[in-house]
């Protein structure tokens, strides 16, 4: 069926609220930049201060990127877990990925302690700490994907997604008891995410990777759709059941893991910004889903980034909270409205 | 006129692969679905009416015995050729969403559309025969849990006709509905067979209607499964096998259960 119009007005509207709030994104902060200057910049030309240029180019643009590919990943990554599992409360963390990425991290800022100080030197650069978290994340996907091919029961992937959270969480609190101050301060501001402090380099990398799960993630619209009716269903229709849920386990584990590795664990995106799409589109059809999803989520990371550095306030928010604060309530409000 | 066989089971023994032994349910079980028919399966609860279906459909596989699909074994089907030769209306719930009645019969077209599932005229033109014979093209744009029961049922089989299959399997479709559904059910069904040439094979508990409606019955019973005309089971009181209690009889002349 082709898209109604009211569809189609809609993505135009959200459209535009995202090109708006990407704009607003890199001109606001400590010092306000004029939108023009921002296009002039952007288009090749110069902007009026070259202190402006320099904030644009080395400081807004990365974090506006990142914000962009952080939203569009997360949600997505919600998007097939809440469908493949068939629960509204399945978020991309659910497979225990961050906690996989929580851990390596733990691991080496904790740790590092125990190791000469030439070596902890070493781990505790921002490459050393983006490795560990890989390397976590990377870790748990394969232990979910053996138990996966195990398993036949998709539920129990579920629940062993959280075993695999808990496990490693246990390890953590272990870990930080036995750590100083120092660096459990540096831990938990590792934990609340960040979406600023990225190089050019590490943006090519995050975005290759998000750009791989998104292409996954597109391939599995059609299979995405028949499973709206349940396993049997979907497999009567042709479905290869099991090639599927491999294809988006992997997918939401390279969202989800690239993600955590650069800008730590981003809560609660992931979990209500697919909710919002379908609240605000009104379907199921994952073909509709999949590009509403990328947009709100894009643009809710946007959002979310402009109010942890509201102008006239000297500090910043934590992402992570802002996430929360300011997500919860938008989620709660559109269930109440829909209701009554 | 001679009639084409769709699926024919010979010697088929269903049951569970177990470690250490194989749970047989039930043996020797020699079928043909024909197109154009339809044909009940029934039995008491826990004879393995579900299980035998299972099997049928290919969801798992017999113990022995071989089971052929338009002449080819249904183990050597690729999920998607088998989406094309077999449609099915099962008894679980569909998980909440926010599915139309038009976009559920329409994902019964999947096995023909392309990598994103493009609807092409065909596939349209099939979705919309579907909701016409079924008679619920006038809920296409209602949500699917907007609609009541009765027409849920309905809509579920539009989509296994959506499908296009020559065989189509139902587990238990007049269950949870009230008399008038049951009726309205089983007519479409029957309708179905003789205008569309589909084999149809459904189980059910409501025997007297199944008597009445269908062309053929299987009926498993502890000892065997057996197929036939209902007129033929009644003269060889094969009804009164199926439920082994003194407390219920079947009376040939009324041609339903009574309880003495």
Redesign the interface.
Known sequence: ?APKQSTLLLFILIGIGFLCLFFTNISLGSITIPIQDIIHSLSGGEASKTTWEYIIINYRLPKAITAVLVGMGLSISGLLMQTLF?NPLAGPYVLGLSSGSSLGVAFVILGAGFLSPFLSNILLSSYGIVLASTLGSVLVLLAVLTVAQRLRDTMAILIVGLMFGSFTSAIVSTLSYFSTADQLQKFTFWSMGSLGNLSWNSILILTVAVIIGLLLS??C??PL??L???E??A??????FNKTRLIIILATSILAGSITAYAGPIAFIGLAVPHIA?LVF????H?ILFWSTLLIGASMMLLCDLISQLPGFETTLPINAVTSLFGAPIVIWLLVRKRS | MSTTTILKASNVNIGYFDKKKNNTIATAISLSLEEGKLIALIGANGIGKSTLLRTL?G?QKPLSGTISLNGKEIESYS??E???T???V?T?K??P???TV???V???R??Y?N???T?TETD?MQVNKALELTQIAHLATKKHFEISDGQLQNVLVARALA?DTPLIILDEPTTHLDLLHKVALFKLLKKLSKETQKCILFSTHDIDMAIQLSDEMIIMTPETVVQDEPCNFISKGTFSTIFNDENINFDANKGKFVIS
């Open positions: 069926m068939r597109l391939y619209i059609k759709n028949a709206l009716l349940g049997n269903y497999k009567s229709m042709g479905l290869n379908k009104q379907t199921s059809n073909l | 459909t969801i999920p998607s088998l989406s094309q077999l449609s099915v099962l679980e569909l998980p969403s926010n599915l038009f976009e559920l329409a994902l019964g999947q096995p559309t990598w994103i599932g609807l349209i499908q």
